[in-house]
Nanobody, 124 residues
């Protein structure tokens, strides 16, 4: 099991940038694909981005439209989500998740471990 702790959320104006981080503990971090999901008030949790175990493959939700970048540093057991050109509709709690496989997936059911989430608020 991998334990995950997110950080870096906060309040930012529309058009601004924010980077959220996810620190993982556990020996298998470098073997797991990782993902970011988000949940806005009154909405279901949705997929944002995923990265393979090596960092060589990434996938994004359509709404990202080139604004976000997922990356990882296996030496630091950390995965990042760099968010640029933020919009008010990006306001949500952002969750980091560790997959049970090496490979990228946009399906929440493929993720075995979840963090507590970090709030991102984008003001207009």
């Amino acid at each position: 099991q991998v334990q995950l702790v997110e950080s870096g959320g906060g309040l930012v104006q529309a058009g601004g940038s924010l980077r959220v981080s996810c620190a993982a503990s556990g020996r298998t971090f470098s073997r797991n694909a990782m993902g970011w999901f988000r949940q806005a008030p009154g909405k279901e949790r949705e997929f944002v981005a995923t990265i393979s175990w090596s960092g060589g493959s990434t996938n994004y939700a359509d709404f990202v439209q080139g604004r976000f970048t997922i990356s990882r540093d296996n030496a630091k057991n950390t995965v990042y989500l760099q968010m640029n050109s933020l919009k008010p509709e990006d306001t949500a709690v952002y969750y980091c998740a560790a997959s049970s496989t090496h490979y990228t997936s946009g399906m929440a059911s493929h993720y075995a471990s979840w963090g507590q989430g970090t709030q991102v608020t984008v003001s207009s």
